[in-house]
């Protein structure tokens, strides 16, 4: 089955400890992408990649790091976690170019940072 | 900063009535534009995608697309109940998915 799949589901940590939140997809996708969405706010880019070794910042990259080191990874990386990130966490991956890309997003990782 | 607007809601329709959800953007060159569907506690996923001006149908889902007026919409005709969610309008400066801008999003709520 194509999916796209995070994990945790949920994660309840304390400001200043390190995590990293896995985003793996099976359809070998180019582009992959983290969002985070808040009540108000909507879905906001943080980081995007458009291949392997490749990543470019979005609107909301502070605090925050990514790898691509293969092509079906793209974990995101809290080095230092602050309770302003905590949020509603979306891995999405798509392939880059040609009209009418479908995002395909991951369940979601419920963050909250004490 | 590229910004896309939408009414928030919630916007209550009839059943069986059309829904109409509205989208305005602020950077002119943007190339693609889309729509995403996402029930509470889900994630979003994709129900329309348009890039030319005009209207773009698919079942009970039209989306239009007006870039001189930096406009797009998308209408549900025959609202069911399960069309109740909350609708993303998500727009991107190329014809690809880099950079996409989303909208906060407009809940909809079709009453039975």
């Known amino acids: 089955e194509a999916q796209v799949t995070q994990n945790p589901r949920y994660l309840i940590t304390v400001t200043g400890k390190k995590l990293t939140v896995t985003c793996s997809q099976n359809?070998?996708?180019?582009?992959m992408s983290w969002y985070r969405q808040d009540p108000g706010l909507g879905l906001r880019q943080i980081y995007y990649?458009?291949?392997?070794?490749?990543?470019d910042k979005g609107d909301v990259p502070e605090g925050y790091k990514v790898s691509r080191k293969e092509k079906r990874n793209f974990p995101l990386i809290l080095e230092s976690p602050s309770p302003n990130q905590t949020s509603l966490y979306f891995c999405?991956?798509?392939?880059?170019?040609?009209?009418?890309?479908?995002?395909?997003f991951g369940s979601g990782t419920q963050l909250s940072v004490l | 900063q590229k910004e896309v607007e939408q009414n928030s809601g919630p916007l209550s329709v009839p059943e069986g009535a059309i829904a109409s959800l509205n989208c305005t953007y602020s950077?002119?060159?943007?190339?693609?534009f889309f729509w995403y569907r996402q029930y509470s506690g889900k994630s979003p996923e994709l129900i329309m995608s348009?890039?030319?001006?005009g209207d773009k149908e698919d079942g009970r889902f039209t989306a239009q697309l007006n870039k001189a007026s930096q406009y797009v919409s998308l209408l549900i005709r025959d609202s069911q109940p399960s069309d109740s969610a909350t609708y993303l309008c998500?727009?991107?400066?190329?014809?690809?998915?880099?950079?996409?801008?989303f909208g906060t999003g407009t809940r909809l709520t079709i009453i039975p």
């Open positions: 998500a727009v991107g400066n190329n014809f690809g998915n880099e950079k996409l801008t």
């Open positions: 348009i890039y030319s001006n």
């Open positions: 999405a991956s798509s392939t880059p170019r040609g009209g009418g890309e479908k995002l395909f």
């Open positions: 359809m070998n996708h180019e582009y």
């Open positions: 950077d002119r060159v943007s190339q693609s």
């Open positions: 990649s458009m291949n392997v070794e490749v990543t």
